[in-house]
């Protein structure tokens, strides 16, 4: 076999595949340098080799006996004929293995799916199993042990058989795998994508590809958008009421489901209306996160995954044509992208978990103010490198924020050497200029923004977001529904936006804000940003909602059915406790729930709606009305706001929060 040239690494993999009729699985990918994507250096190939130690290949090559002499030939491959003779090596190692190297598994049953791997790494410890490698998702109650060796397997099988973890026996299994049944695995969804574009008969471009990706709704008409995103709503919604009337006519109480026999539009018992629409259609995202790769053509790239990692896709592609993204930003990805390329230091790989340029997040806010976060992973670098590059980075973006005479407010650099790709909210961000924070100005409010803090990434449309919200709390006022001004009740307040705006808006209308979040950083905002804005009648609690409640007490909220809570959780919703603590607080009688993920909150929705049982206490909301709000334009996702209702006269059945509070802490 001869190459002519230069062939980058996937070019030599489809020559493997077409000459050589071979299947390439996830070791010889492994195996072929992924660092330089061009296989131009004999010695820096085997050094690569080295390093991969787990892998069958790896181990094969370095028992050649050409190894010694290959080591020793250092200077670029011009005829490709040294390429051609270590791709045979691997051609005749992979036909001499057909069936993959064997990986030898365990599977360990009956776990609780909050174990982590952690706690299943430290109960093996505990048991003296020596190094294992574990496998779980968390919403697995099972998890893989990997082994080194088959005798290793067979001890540790023994030692768990028959053990108790966390009130639970455990069951073990042998369960191997072969290198080749993992790759099919690995490549099944990768597969399902290439046969529908191959149905289609449609090739993408690479760029229609990321506009797929990143903006799925871009080819459509707003209002075809809008469209799409209300029958998503209504089908969620009757997805919802059909389970709530199996829930009703499965429970024996009396309780009253007369709300459920209602008819509205679009065949539900309660009023959906029209959806919001944004006011902002390109650019309106203040805050992006881009990954710093490779392209097609393996340059070092700032941008955008051109698909899901997950899938086994890792190439990046720029935002230029990315009509959610900021003008701003996208200068600032250019400009990045300037420095990067002229850097010595290599872009990190997340296959081979080598290099350094991870991410570029910006920040550009409504009011002018501008945040860069530039993170990197410290490996291989000594600590004057890493103060120096941090320099670099300082007089790099000053020269260029003076020439282009835009307001560069903060410009921070996070240091990560996990392995989760994302900004990491725990480790700590180094200021080099200006402040650890930005401003932003909504319906007559300022707030500061800390660089772990969420806040809304479409400034206009969540405005109207806002004001929706008040509207349903002066609708309750106007019409006498409420006996006397109300608390609001800020459920995962995050830095307090909602409430602030809510209670500066609607003035007396409002009696007070008590706020409760989980994030010590993110109270810390809150308070800041009520004393910013004027706003005294707040109060914040640190620490879970369901622990909490005991806030309503200390606060003075009148009575019995004067509260009303309000909760924007992740897009995942709030957890069946926190549901349960709302369902008895006797102080709330009307609930706003604003959820960024309808399909994913259909089960939150029955909870708070369910009929009263040992494990659903107290007096069940019902929907009133529900409106969507688009703050994603050309994206699948859209926010919807449901305002819950429930009888004030049953309320003063229901216990005080205090015994509440006290029931909780006893279990």
């Not at 080295?50 to 790896?58: D, I, L, P, T, Y």
């Not at 945040?371 to 020269?399: A, D, R, T």
């Not at 080099?432 to 930005?438: A, C, E, K, R, W």
């Amino acid at each position: 076999m001869k190459f002519s040239g230069f062939y980058s690494r996937q070019g030599i993999l489809d020559i493997l595949r077409d000459f050589h009729n071979i299947r390439i699985n996830r070791n010889t990918k492994r195996f072929l340098p992924s660092i330089d994507p061009y296989f131009t250096n004999k010695i820096r190939f085997c050094k690569y080799i080295k390093r991969q130690e787990s892998f069958s290949f790896a181990s094969s090559i370095r028992n050649l006996s050409s190894l010694k002499a290959m080591e020793n030939l250092a200077e670029p491959v011009k005829d490709a004929t040294i390429a051609s003779e270590i791709v045979e090596e691997v051609i005749k190692i992979e036909t001499t293995n057909p069936e993959g190297q064997t990986q030898y598994r365990l599977r360990i049953k009956n776990i609780p799916k909050f174990a982590s791997i952690k706690m299943m790494k430290d109960l093996l410890a505990n048991h003296e199993c020596g190094q294992v490698k574990i496998q779980k998702s968390p919403k697995w109650d099972y998890c893989f042990a990997i082994l080194k060796t088959e005798e290793q397997q067979l001890d540790v099988m023994s030692k768990l058989k028959g053990i108790e973890f966390k009130n639970k026996r455990l069951f073990v299994q042998i369960d191997n795998v072969t290198e080749r049944d993992r790759q099919a695995l690995f490549d099944k969804r990768k597969n399902k994508k290439d046969q529908k574009i191959e149905q289609s008969g449609v090739q993408k471009l690479p760029e229609e590809m990321l506009a797929d990706q990143v903006t799925p709704l871009h080819n459509y008409e707003y209002q075809a958008q809008i469209e799409l995103k209300q029958n998503g709503i209504i089908k969620s919604l009757r997805t919802f009421c059909d389970k709530m009337k199996e829930s009703y006519n499965d429970n024996k109480s009396n309780y009253n489901s007369s709300w459920l026999k209602e008819e509205f539009d679009f065949n539900l018992p309660f009023d959906l209306k029209p959806m919001i629409h944004s006011p902002i259609l390109e650019g309106y995202r203040n805050k992006c996160e881009f990954t710093v790769g490779l392209n097609l053509e393996g340059e070092k790239t700032v941008g955008f995954l051109l698909g899901a990692y997950k899938d086994g896709l890792n190439t990046v592609l720029g935002p230029h044509d990315s009509i959610h993204v900021s003008d701003v930003a996208k200068k600032i990805v250019e400009v990045m992208q300037s420095y990067i390329e002229q850097s010595s230091y290599e872009v990190y790989d997340r296959r081979t978990k080598q290099g350094n340029w991870r991410l570029l997040t910006v920040r550009s806010q409504k009011c002018g103010d501008i945040m860069i976060i530039v993170q990197m992973h410290p490996q291989g670098l000594s600590k004057e490198q890493i103060i120096q590059e941090k320099s670099n980075l300082l007089e790099y973006f000053k020269s260029f924020a003076q020439e282009e005479k835009f307001n560069l407010t903060s410009l921070l650099v996070q240091m990560y050497d996990g392995l989760s790709n994302g900004i990491s909210y725990k480790d700590p961000f180094d200021c080099l200029y200006g402040t650890p924070f930005v401003y932003e100005e909504m319906m007559n409010c300022k707030f500061r923004i800390s660089p772990a803090a969420f806040f809304q990434t479409n400034t206009l449309a969540a405005e109207l977001l806002y004001q929706k919200c008040g509207d349903i709390i002066k609708e309750l006022y106007e019409s006498k529904d409420l006996s006397e001004s109300p608390t609001l009740i800020d459920m995962c307040c995050g830095t307090g936006t909602i409430g602030i705006v809510l209670s500066k808006n609607l003035g007396s209308t409002i009696k007070g804000v008590v706020g409760i979040e989980l994030c010590e950083e993110a109270i810390e905002d809150a308070k800041i940003n009520a004393s910013l804005n004027g706003i005294n009648n707040a109060k914040y609690i640190l620490g879970p909602v369901e622990k909490n409640l005991s806030a309503l007490n200390e606060f003075n909220y009148g009575t019995s059915g004067t509260a009303i809570a309000i909760v924007d959780p992740p897009r995942a919703g709030i957890h069946k406790n926190v549901i349960n603590a709302l369902r008895t607080c006797q102080a709330i009688e009307h609930l706003i729930y604003i959820s960024c993920d309808h399909n994913a909150v259909v089960q939150n929705f029955m909870n708070i709606c369910r009929p009263t049982s040992n494990a659903f206490p107290g007096i069940p909301f019902k929907p009133v009305k529900a409106v969507g709000v688009d703050l994603f334009p050309h994206a699948k996702h859209v926010e919807l706001i449901i305002e819950f209702h429930r009888n004030r006269n049953e309320l003063t059945n229901l216990p005080s929060t205090s015994s509440i509070l006290q029931n909780n802490e006893t279990e």
